[in-house]
């Protein structure tokens, strides 16, 4: 089974950094992506960053470009996300996803959407402090 496992959340200044991990297991094949997501109290769900495993292609919302960075680690299997300069705004609960397909037929924007993602995990809050 897939399983998806997310670490790393907590409380930070504003203008601070934090780093989550998405442990990532049960995929039978490398044709997938993983993307971090977010859902603050009364907001829908958005995404945040999104990368395919198999080809590194990424994607990130305007949002957060510029300010977090998705990368895979192919020896640990984890997908991290490190977060930097954040604002109040970043607050939510962040959770990761995982889609299934390959990068060869579609693009990772059109996969790094909340409708499209087969697997989800629980989920870690983030809350950042003014």
């Known amino acids: 089974d897939v399983q998806l496992v997310e670490s790393g959340g907590g409380l930070v200044q504003e203008g601070g950094s934090l780093r989550l991990s998405c442990s990532v297991s049960?995929?039978?094949?490398?044709?997938?992506?993983i993307g971090w997501f977010r859902q603050a109290p009364g907001k829908e769900r958005e995404e945040v960053a999104c990368?395919?495993?198999?080809?590194?292609?990424?994607y990130y919302s305007d949002s957060v470009k510029g300010r977090f960075n998705i990368s895979s680690d192919y020896v640990q299997n984890t997908v991290d996300l490190q977060m930097n300069s954040l604002s109040s705004e970043d607050t939510a609960n962040y959770y990761c996803?995982?889609?299934?397909?390959?990068?060869?037929?579609?693009?990772?924007?059109?996969?790094?959407?909340?409708?499209?993602?087969?697997?989800w995990g629980k989920g870690t809050q983030v809350t950042v402090s003014s």
């Open positions: 996803a995982g889609d299934l397909g390959s990068s060869r037929f579609v693009t990772i924007k059109s996969r790094c959407n909340r409708f499209a993602v087969d697997y």
């Open positions: 049960g995929f039978l094949l490398n044709d997938f992506a």
């Open positions: 990368i395919a495993w198999d080809d590194g292609t990424i």
